[in-house]
T-cell receptor, first 113, second 114 residues
Framework: LAKTTQPISMDSYEGQEVNITCSHN???????ITWYQQFPSQGPRFIIQ???TKVTNEVASLFIPADRKSSTLSLPRVSLSDTAVYYC??????????????FGTGTLLAVQP | SAVISQKPSRDICQRGTSLTIQCQVD?????MFWYRQQPGQSLTLIAT?????????ESGFVIDKFPISRPNLTFSTLTVSNLSPEDSSIYLC???????????FGPGTRLTVL
């Protein structure tokens, strides 16, 4: 199973762009990269998923270099409500079936006024 | 995405008893998982709930302690048996919908063992 490494915590201010980088040196060919957001006492919320290059949705962008050994979650113009733990995960593919996700430590993003 | 509910949302139990947690999805899903999140920690996968057969447990988790049922494609239960204070955690189910490749999580069940 691919292991992920990300910073334990990050600080930012409202209105800034935040980039959280995750390392996954042992990512397998079939693995996708998925990011989740978790607020206290809630289940993780899906943010974005990608395989290579760049993926963008209404919430965030995900940048994945060609070697796929890392990925960067980009949150544009964060607000106080973006204060949460962000998890980067890579899946373990079971013959094309969907992934069993193994969570790392996550990054606690604290957004200040 | 599928709408996932868990019951109960929270409970306080006595040592030595058991708690059964239900996970209900509003549509058919291919895979269901159970996770544990201890206070201040990340999520740990307990098992994959297999429809119509025994669950697949991760290292460190056993069926006697965490029996799981999945009688159909929209429902699963996790029982935490012989409770001790160390079992105090949030328990979450997650699902993958038919034709999708993304896991979605339920709201969690907060268990406190006295």
């Amino acid at each position: 199973l691919a292991k992920t490494t990300q910073p334990i915590s990050m600080d930012s201010y409202e209105g800034q762009e935040v980039n959280i980088t995750c390392s996954h040196n042992n990512i397998a060919t079939n693995d996708y990269i998925t990011w989740y957001q978790q607020f206290p006492s809630q289940g993780p919320r899906f943010i974005i998923q990608g395989y290579k290059t760049k993926v963008t949705n209404e919430v965030a962008s995900l940048f994945i270099p060609a070697d796929r050994k890392s990925s960067t979650l980009s949150l544009p113009r964060v607000s106080l409500s973006d204060t949460a733990v962000y998890y980067c995960l890579v899946g373990d593919d079971y013959g094309g079936a969907t992934n069993k996700l193994i969570f790392g430590t996550g990054t606690l993003l604290a957004v200040q006024p | 995405s599928a709408v996932i509910s868990q019951k109960p949302s929270r409970d306080i139990c006595q040592r030595g008893t058991s708690l059964t947690i239900q996970c209900q999805v509003d549509s058919q899903v291919t895979m269901m998982f159970w996770y544990r999140q201890q206070p201040g920690q990340s999520l740990t996968l307990i098992a994959t709930a297999n429809q119509g057969s025994e669950a697949t447990y991760e290292s460190g988790f056993v069926i006697d302690k965490f029996p799981i049922s999945r009688p159909n494609l929209t429902f699963s239960t996790l029982t935490v048996s012989n409770l001790s204070p160390e079992d105090s955690s949030i328990y979450l189910c997650s699902v993958v919908s038919l034709g999708a490749d993304t896991q979605y999580f339920g709201p969690g069940t907060r268990l406190t063992v006295l």
